[in-house]
């Protein structure tokens, strides 16, 4: 069905980064200031103990390697959505 409505269109793979500090920031954001209500998403409202504890369980985790990595780190959504529509 994929093949069929994207055609001969080019896929590609991006890797979405954020360092240490910064991944640690958004998800202690959590807390007071919930991002929008993604469906299944569980941090949204929680304690800033559980918060600290994700947050330190995701940064030891190291990162991933598939595809393009774009570095999202201080840069806002329309500056990663242009990186990657660039790439």
């Known amino acids: 069905a994929y093949t069929a409505?994207?055609?001969s269109k080019r896929l590609s793979v991006h890797c979405l980064h954020a360092d240490r500090d910064e991944l640690?920031?958004?998800i202690l954001s959590r807390h007071d200031c919930p991002s929008w209500p993604?469906?299944?998403d569980r941090l949204n409202g929680q304690p800033?103990?559980?918060?600290?504890?994700v947050a330190a369980e995701v940064t030891a985790h190291?990162?991933?390697s598939i595809g393009r990595?774009?570095?999202t780190t201080a840069k806002t959504v329309e500056q990663v959505a242009d990186e990657v529509l660039d790439s």
């Open 38 to 40: 993604a469906p299944g």
């Open 69 to 71: 990595r774009v570095d």
């Open 24 to 26: 640690t920031r958004r």
């Open 5 to 7: 409505a994207l055609g």
């Open 48 to 53: 800033l103990e559980v918060l600290r504890r």
């Open 62 to 64: 190291g990162e991933a």
